[in-house]
């Protein structure tokens, strides 16, 4: 079962703008993780932000987390052409041991 | 890249065929999965490992099975091919399962598996 859901499903943009992706998620958690996939590639692991904390950063990166709303977001500043790639958003599965991955973010940036 | 190798990369087979992943890694750690993408579904899960000898069911275990007989290797079996697991699979490991702390997975480079 799917419990995160990124929107939108596909963004393009130009170099040096800004890429925003959002997450939602259906039931209560204690993390939320993004990741990012390259073409053919296995997905690495980006940040992952606790339900205690509302925003995080990584270099250009940056996560919300709005667990009233459940949902988050991932901010990419000063997009690259190297950043073109796919974007999950995971959680924990309902206090099992296992991570749902949404359907992700295509995101392409033009040079 | 984290230390996981995944074999073999592309695989084509006959429907009705056994076909076997395997998943290695040199982490030395606890938790291991098997997911399969498809366009459309994202990301699912199949089986995963909590421990030498110890697995479990993901959302999409039917007409897989599991094994795991070593730390380091995961090994992912299709008892009878079939063209819907025409896929492209992948092998994570994690130090924690999802929520205890040390959740982050780690993912292999995938394996192309077409079924004729």
């Known amino acids: 079962s799917q419990q995160g859901e990124e929107d939108p499903q596909a963004l393009s943009i130009q170099e040096g703008e800004n890429a925003t992706m959002n997450c939602s998620y259906k039931t209560s958690i204690n993390n939320l993780q993004w990741y990012r996939q390259n073409s053919g590639r296995g997905l690495v692991h980006l940040i992952l932000?606790?339900?205690?904390?509302r925003e995080k950063h990584s270099g250009r990166l940056r996560v919300t987390l709005d667990t009233s709303k459940k949902s988050s977001s991932l901010l990419i500043t000063a997009s690259r052409a190297a950043d073109t790639a796919s974007y999950f958003c995971a959680t924990p599965q309902g206090g099992s041991e296992k991570l749902v991955f949404g359907k992700g973010t295509k995101l392409t940036v033009n040079p | 890249d984290a230390g996981i190798t995944q074999s073999p990369r592309h695989k084509v087979t006959e429907t009705g065929t056994p076909v076997t992943l395997r998943c290695h890694q040199t982490e030395n750690h606890r938790y291991m999965y098997w997911y399969r993408q498809d366009p459309g579904h994202g990301l699912r899960l199949i089986h995963y490992s909590y421990g030498v000898k110890d697995t479990d069911k993901g959302e999409v275990s039917d007409g897989y099975s599991v094994s795991r007989s070593k730390t380091e290797d995961f090994l992912l079996t299709l008892e009878s091919a079939t063209s819907s697991q025409t896929s492209v699979y992948f092998c994570?490991?994690?130090?924690?399962?999802?929520?205890?702390?040390?959740?982050?997975?780690?993912f292999g480079p995938g394996t192309r598996l077409l079924v004729l």
């Open positions: 932000i606790r339900s205690n904390e």
């Open positions: 994570a490991i994690s130090e924690s399962a999802a929520g205890q702390g040390r959740e982050t997975q780690y």
